[in-house]
């Protein structure tokens, strides 16, 4: 998580992007590493995770896990900053429950998009994910930042 706080931090100073538009997409186990990044970075003003859900049921030392990683007030920290789930509802390893528990959690504004499928989200899942994030980008884009000086 730190170190994609610096990458963060690295992008958002780069002349050719808008720091006010930034947003993570992560799939599977990067989903949980997304979603962590971003309940920690409020300059990611979109999130849009794939294969992703809440740690599996019957993890174990649950409560330690969830000590260290805990998906479910990682979601509730978003602080209403825009949330897609992409999922399978035959995903065997991201279970369907688990999506579901993590998007029960979420606040507003968010989406759940299934699709029929396993783990790996079929191309017009990962095409619409794609639209969303850059409409959502466009609409939510944060105040301009303060002139940075250079040289």
Known sequence: ?????????????????????????G???GGILALMTAAEDERLRVVALAAAGDLPDHTPYASFV????????AVERMAGRPLLLVNGRRDTTT????????????REPKTLHWYEG??????????????????????????????????
């Open 1 to 25: 998580i730190a170190e994609s706080r610096d990458a963060i931090t690295w992008l958002a100073a780069q002349d050719s992007v808008d720091a006010g538009r930034l947003s993570v997409v």
């Open 27 to 29: 799939s599977s186990l």
């Open 66 to 73: 969830r000590g260290l990683v805990n998906p479910l007030r």
């Open 95 to 106: 279970r369907p429950a688990q999506a579901q528990r993590l998007f029960d959690a979420a």
């Open 118 to 151: 396993g783990h790996w989200p079929p191309a017009s899942a990962i095409a619409m994910a794609a639209r969303w994030t850059v409409e959502q980008l466009h609409a939510t884009a944060a105040p301009p930042a303060r002139s940075r000086r250079t040289g």
